[in-house]
Every structure is written in C-alpha cells, then in structure tokens.
Nanobody, 123 residues
Framework: QVQLVESGGGLVQAGGSLRLSCAGS????????MGWFRQAPGKDPEFVAV????????FYSDSVKGRFVISRDNAKNTVYLQMNSLKPEDTAVYSC????????????????WGQGTQVTVSS
C-alpha cells in the first residue's frame, strides 16, 4: 500500500536545527495528507504537524509552532520537517504519518506510520 521511511534524525545541541525527511513509496496518491508525530520516553505519541497535498492546509501543535516548518515535495513523494531552535523537550522518536481518517491531529486517525527516527537534543 504505502511505505514511509524517515531520515535525518540525530543528536544536536539546544538551539540547533535539524531537518527530517519522510520518503513515501507505493500508492502514494492515497497518502494524503501527511504529517509528523513524536513520542518521548514514557509518553504517548504527540501530534507535531500535518500538511495537505497542495500545502494549503497546515496544522502545527502549539509546542512547535513558530519553530518547526513542515513542507512537501510531491514530485519526490517526500515530506520534510525543518526543526529550528530545538529544545531538550523536543527529544523524541519522530514518525511520519499519512492518510488520516477524521481529525488530522489525532494519532488514531492515521493508517500509515513510518518506523521513526530518533531526535536527541542536548542541553
């Protein structure tokens, strides 16, 4: 159906930046909208951002608004998450998601999830 593979995670210092990529394959025409969730140790997955096919509709969680930017390149079947001004509390496994059924900010709405990429922000 749809496969999502994240990349770009790593270790950065607080205040630094990192850009995550999510490459989609398979029936990617069905993988819309696409977005990102993150899961910190001991916590449930948390909505981060989501973007529609055209980019005309974008939602961010309050915790990342103004610091993170989601974008996509449909020709490359890729969604990006530019993370700026990173904080230690941003440390989590970041997962790419696609094709929600209902609320775009609800983790249960998504049928497609990538394996995730680790982002660690040191203080």
């Amino acid at each position: 159906q749809v496969q999502l593979v994240e990349s770009g995670g790593g270790l950065v210092q607080a205040g630094g930046s990192l850009r995550l990529s999510c490459a989609g394959s398979g029936r990617t025409f069905s993988a819309d909208p696409m977005g990102w969730f993150r899961q910190a140790p001991g916590k449930d997955p948390e909505f981060v951002a989501v973007i529609s096919w055209t980019g005309s509709t974008i939602f961010y969680s309050d915790s990342v608004k103004g610091r993170f930017v989601i974008s996509r390149d449909n020709a490359k079947n890729t969604v990006y998450l530019q993370m700026n001004s990173l904080k230690p509390e941003d440390t989590a496994v970041y997962s790419c998601v696609a094709d929600p059924d209902g609320d775009w900010t609800a983790k249960g709405a998504y049928g497609y999830w990538g394996q995730g990429t680790q982002v660690t922000v040191s203080s």
